[in-house]
C-alpha cells in the first residue's frame, strides 16, 4: 500500500475491538450469531462515537470496546439502523482519535484501498487492495444494498471495521469477509452512514426513512426461480406458513424470478401490508398470506 506510516497508525489508533454479550433466548442467538461477538468499530469523533455492524449489536446486554492502548470502556448502543446494517456505539470521554468519514461515490475501480481490523483485544491488521466491484448487493437473508464496495483486500480480523482511501478517509465499512470465494472483503459504502447521521445520532434511527416490510425469510435464486433457503423462528413467513424448500410462484400476482427483484418489491411494501405468495410445494401450489412485520421488532 501506497500509504505512509503515519497515515496508517491514525487509522489504527481509530479502530477498536468489540466484545458483546448477548442473553441465551434472545433470537439473534438463534439465528447463528451467538451469545458472543467480537468485531471492530470505529471512532467516528472526539467524544467517543463508533461506527460498526448492526449484527454485532443486536440484543446486546453489553458491549465493551478495547482501545489500541488496551483499555476497555463500557460503550452503549446508540443506534441501528437495519435496512443499512450499520449501528453507532458511544463510550464516555473526550479528545479520541478519529477517522473522517466521507462519500465512496468519487471511488472508482481500480483504485486502491486498504482496511484494518481488529484480531482480538488491542491487535490490529491491515491490509490492502483494489476497489474490483462497485454495485448492487444482495444476501440470503433480507438485505439489500443499491451500492456495495468490493475490495480484493482480505483482512481475516474481524468485521465493522474502516475501508479507506489513501488519504484515510473512512469511505466504507467492512461487512463481510469472504475468504472462501477468493481475496475478497464486501464494504458498506459510508454514504449509508451520512444520509442519516443526524437522524440517527438524535433518534437512534432513521426517522424520515420509511419503515420496511420484513418477511423473515432466507432465499436464493436458482434457474429463474426463488427458492426459500429458511425461515427466521417466530417471524412472519414462519407463522404464516412457509416451508423450507417452496418454491415462490409469484407475490401479489406478479411473477418474481430472482432475490433482488422480491427485495425491491418488499422495500415498496410497509409493516403491516398482507402479502399474497403463492408457492410450489410437493408439486402443488398453494397460496399463503403473509402480514409484514419490521426486523427492529423482531430483533428488539
Known amino acids: 500500500m501506497n500509504a505512509s506510516v503515519v497515515l496508517l497508525d491514525k487509522v489504527v489508533a481509530a479502530t477498536v475491538g468489540i466484545h458483546s454479550l448477548v442473553p441465551d433466548g434472545h433470537v439473534s442467538a438463534a439465528v447463528g450469531l451467538g451469545t458472543e461477538r467480537r468485531g ?34 463500557q460503550a452503549n448502543v446508540i443506534a441501528q439502523d437495519y435496512p443499512s446494517g450499520l449501528g453507532l456505539l458511544k463510550i464516555d470521554g473526550r479528545n479520541f482519535p478519529h477517522l473522517e468519514v466521507v462519500s465512496s461515490q468519487t471511488l472508482t475501480l481500480g483504485e486502491e484501498i486498504f482496511t484494518v481490523a481488529s484480531i482480538g483485544g488491542e491487535a490490529r491488521r491491515a491490509d490492502s487492495g483494489l476497489a474490483t466491484y462497485l454495485g448492487p448487493f444482495d444476501a440470503l437473508w433480507e438485505f439489500a444494498l443499491d451500492r456495495a464496495i468490493m475490495t480484493s483486500a482480505m483482512n ?16 466504507g465499512i467492512s461487512y463481510l469477509t469472504m ?16 444520509e442519516g447521521r443526524d437522524e440517527l445520532l438524535a433518534h437512534g434511527r432513521r426517522t424520515s426513512a420509511p419503515a420496511r ?23 412472519p413467513g414462519d407463522k404464516a406458513g412457509l416451508k423450507q424448500g417452496d418454491v415462490l410462484i409469484s407475490v401479489d ?7 433482488r427483484a422480491l427485495y425491491d418489491l418488499l422495500r415498496s411494501h410497509q409493516p403491516g401490508d398482507r ?25 428488539a
Open 40 to 73: 471492530t468499530g470505529t471512532l467516528i469523533s472526539s467524544d467517543g462515537v463508533i461506527l460498526t455492524v448492526n449484527y454485532l449489536l443486536m440484543g446486546a446486554s453489553s458491549v465493551i470496546v478495547t482501545l489500541t492502548s488496551g483499555e476497555q470502556l
Open 156 to 171: 481475516l480480523g474481524l468485521g465493522g471495521g474502516p475501508v479507506c482511501n489513501r488519504r484515510g478517509e473512512m469511505i
Open 179 to 194: 475468504a472462501d470465494i477468493g481475496r475478497a472483503v464486501l464494504a458498506i459504502p459510508a454514504e449509508c452512514f451520512l
Open 213 to 235: 416490510a420484513w418477511l423473515g425469510l432466507l432465499s436464493y435464486t436458482l434457474r429463474e426461480h426463488i427458492v426459500i433457503a429458511g425461515l427466521m423462528p417466530g417471524g
Open 253 to 259: 400476482g406478479l411473477e418474481i424470478g430472482e432475490r
Open 275 to 299: 402479502l399474497q405468495f403463492r408457492v410450489l410445494r410437493n408439486n402443488q401450489i398453494q397460496s399463503i398470506e403473509i402480514p409484514a412485520s419490521r426486523a427492529e421488532d423482531y430483533y
